[in-house]
C-alpha cells in the first residue's frame, strides 16, 4: 500500500487550496492510498534556529516537536502533496519554516560540499492558488512564483514533481470550474501510477 502526505498551507478551512488538496485526498483513497492529511497553520513547532548543527549530527536540536513527527512521515512516504496560497509570489510562512526545519531530513551534503537528496524516488505535486487572474498570475509570477519556490526545495530534496494545479483570480472566481476538478482526479491518479 502507498503512503502520501498531503501538506495543506492554507489557514482557511474551505480555501480553493483545501477543496482541492480534498478532491486530490478522495481520489487517493479510491485507489487504496494511505495518507496523511496535514494542516500545516495548525502545527506547533519552533522556527529553525540556524545553528547548523543538523547538518553534522542529521537530527535537529530542538525537542520533539511536530516539525520532526511530520518530517518523520515525509520519510517513509512514497510521495507528497504540497498546497499553498501565493503569498507574495511565494508559499506562506509556516510552510517555509516547516521546510527550513527539515533540511537534515530532505537532503544532506557530500564532502565535496554538494548537496544530495535523500527523497530521491518519490514523487510529488504542488498546488496553489492567487488573486491575480489568469494569465497574469503565470506572467508576474505570483502563483508560478510559488510553485517555484516549492519545487526549489522538493527537486533539491529529490522528489521528482509530477503535476502541477495553479487557480489564479480567486478573488473574483471563488468556486473551482469543472476542468479544475478533473486536472485534481487526474494528477492524483499520475502520482498514485507505478510508471
Same mark, same amino acid.
Request: hydrophobic residues 35%.
Given at each position: 500500500?502507498?503512503?502520501?502526505?498531503? #501538506?495543506?498551507?492554507? %489557514?482557511?478551512?474551505?480555501?480553493?487550496?483545501?477543496?482541492? #488538496? @480534498?478532491?486530490?485526498?478522495?481520489?487517493?483513497?479510491?485507489?487504496?492510498?494511505? #495518507?496523511?492529511?496535514?494542516?500545516?497553520?495548525?502545527?506547533?513547532?519552533? %522556527?529553525? &534556529?540556524?545553528?547548523?548543527?543538523?547538518?553534522? @549530527?542529521?537530527?535537529? *536540536?530542538? +525537542?520533539? @516537536?511536530?516539525?520532526?513527527?511530520?518530517?518523520?512521515?515525509?520519510?517513509?512516504?512514497?510521495? *507528497?502533496?504540497?498546497?499553498? +496560497?501565493?503569498?507574495?509570489?511565494?508559499?506562506? /510562512?509556516q510552510l517555509k519554516?516547516?521546510? @527550513?526545519?527539515?533540511?537534515? =531530513?530532505?537532503?544532506?551534503?557530500?564532502?565535496?560540499?554538494? %548537496?544530495? +537528496?535523500?527523497?530521491? =524516488?518519490?514523487?510529488?505535486? &504542488?498546488?496553489?492558488?492567487?488573486?491575480? %487572474?489568469? +494569465?497574469?498570475?503565470? *506572467?508576474?509570477?505570483?502563483?508560478? /512564483?510559488?510553485?517555484?519556490?516549492?519545487?526549489?526545495?522538493?527537486?533539491?530534496?529529490?522528489?521528482? &514533481?509530477?503535476?502541477?494545479?495553479?487557480?489564479?483570480?480567486?478573488?473574483?472566481?471563488?468556486?473551482?470550474?469543472?476542468k479544475e476538478i478533473?486536472?485534481?482526479?487526474?494528477?492524483?491518479?499520475?502520482?498514485?501510477?507505478?510508471?
Amino acid at each position: 500500500m502507498k503512503k502520501y502526505v498531503i #501538506l495543506n498551507a492554507s %489557514p482557511r478551512k474551505n480555501s480553493n487550496i483545501s477543496q482541492m #488538496l @480534498d478532491i486530490m485526498r478522495n481520489e487517493l483513497l479510491a485507489l487504496g492510498a494511505q #495518507l496523511h492529511y496535514i494542516d500545516v497553520c495548525k502545527l506547533q513547532f519552533a %522556527p529553525c &534556529i540556524g545553528c547548523m548543527k543538523c547538518r553534522s @549530527d542529521h537530527e535537529c *536540536i530542538q +525537542p520533539e @516537536d511536530d516539525a520532526k513527527r511530520v518530517l518523520r512521515l515525509v520519510q517513509e512516504c512514497d510521495g *507528497i502533496i504540497v498546497g499553498s +496560497p501565493c503569498y507574495w509570489g511565494n508559499m506562506t /510562512g509556516q510552510l517555509k519554516m516547516l521546510f @527550513d526545519r527539515w533540511v537534515y =531530513g530532505l537532503m544532506d551534503h557530500k564532502e565535496s560540499g554538494y %548537496p544530495q +537528496p535523500l527523497q530521491k =524516488g518519490k514523487k510529488a505535486l &504542488i498546488v496553489t492558488t492567487c488573486t491575480t %487572474p489568469w +494569465p497574469f498570475n503565470i *506572467i508576474f509570477k505570483q502563483s508560478a /512564483g510559488t510553485v517555484r519556490a516549492i519545487k526549489e526545495v522538493l527537486c533539491w530534496s529529490g522528489f521528482k &514533481i509530477v503535476g502541477t494545479v495553479q487557480k489564479g483570480g480567486t478573488c473574483k472566481i471563488k468556486e473551482l470550474t469543472s476542468k479544475e476538478i478533473a486536472k485534481c482526479r487526474k494528477i492524483a491518479g499520475k502520482i498514485h501510477c507505478t510508471h
